[in-house]
Structure formats: structure tokens, C-alpha cells
């Protein structure tokens, strides 16, 4: 049985770790292929439109919001006796299946597109702000709280950046996240608790 948990938490913090690079290197491989892409003017979601650079992009939230779906599972277990930590990891949850659904319904859905990427824009720092939290308010791992917390401050502020397209600041939203998920990842593969109450 603890065996298997074991099993079960590596499983998750490989996840973890492994989402980020995973998704970039697909949208950059996808950006690479669109020289009409402008990281000033466009949003990501404009490659998940038509051909094999629309395949190249939706697989690559539908692929991450799968592993990061599994390294949310992971988290709730990890945080199962603290209420925010529970919380901030189905909010998490939620938000990894909302990063598969903007690549399963891309922008030639319509409306449909737009909502499932502003839900997952607003769930994420929502999710990292609640696990910070935890972590800060009653656990011995202080210093992940506030990465946690730092990451969904970054989520949020990126947007308040002069633009005209979307793209920055989608990328750098994602970036912060990336960096929260493969820290803690290489702590739940390493088998870490990062949550102990006093």
C-alpha cells in the first residue's frame, strides 16, 4: 500500500516536471512553422487554427493539461488534511482540464474557445494563491508557499503589460506556472512532503 503511494507520488512529480517542457517546445516547434505569428499582435490560440501547426499546438495543451492533471491529483493527495490546500489543488484540478479543453476546442469553435481560456487564465494564479496559503499558514515548507504565491502574483500581473495581442503575456502567465510545477514535481518525485502540519 505505501509502496504504491510511493509510486503514485513519483508518478505525479514526474508529471510535474516534465508538462513544461513538453508544451513550450510543441508551441515553439508550432511558432517556428508560422512565420505570420506575432508575439505582439497575435494569441497563442492563432496557431491552434489550421494544419499541422494547429496540430503540433492543440496537442500540446491537450498532452500538458493531461500531466498536469496528474501532477493536480498528486498535490491533493499531498495536501489532504489542510482546507485551502484542498481547495487550491481542485482548482488546480479544473485548471489543467481547462488547459486541454482550449486545445480541444480551438478558436474555430467560437465562443466556446474563449471561455474554456478564460477560465484557465483565471484558475491558475486562483489555484497557486490557495496552495501558497496552505503551505504558508500552518506547513514547515514556507519557502514553497511563497514560490507558490509569487508564481500566481506573476500570472496576474503579466496581464496589466501595454499590448495589443495577447501572446506575451499568455506566455509568461504560463512560464511562472512552469517554473512552480517543475520545483515542486522534482520535490514529489523525491518523494518530499510539501505539506506537514506543526
Known sequence: ???????????????????????????????????????????????????????LFNSSLILGGLLALVFAVGLRENLKNQLLGQIGSLLFILDAAALSAIGVFPETVGALHFYVSVTFFVLLPLSLLFIGGAMIDKGRNRSLGLLSILAGVVAVAVWALPRRGVAIPEALSGLSASTWSMILGFKLFRQETLFQPN
Not at 9 to 32: E, R, T
Not at 40 to 50: C, E, M, P, R
Open 1 to 55: 500500500m505505501l509502496q504504491s503511494k510511493r509510486m503514485k507520488m513519483k508518478m505525479a512529480g514526474l508529471c510535474g516536471v516534465m508538462a513544461p517542457p513538453i508544451v513550450f517546445s510543441l508551441i515553439l516547434a508550432a511558432i517556428s512553422q508560422s512565420p505570420w505569428f506575432s508575439w505582439t499582435k497575435n494569441a497563442l490560440s492563432d496557431l491552434g487554427v489550421q494544419g499541422v501547426v494547429a496540430t
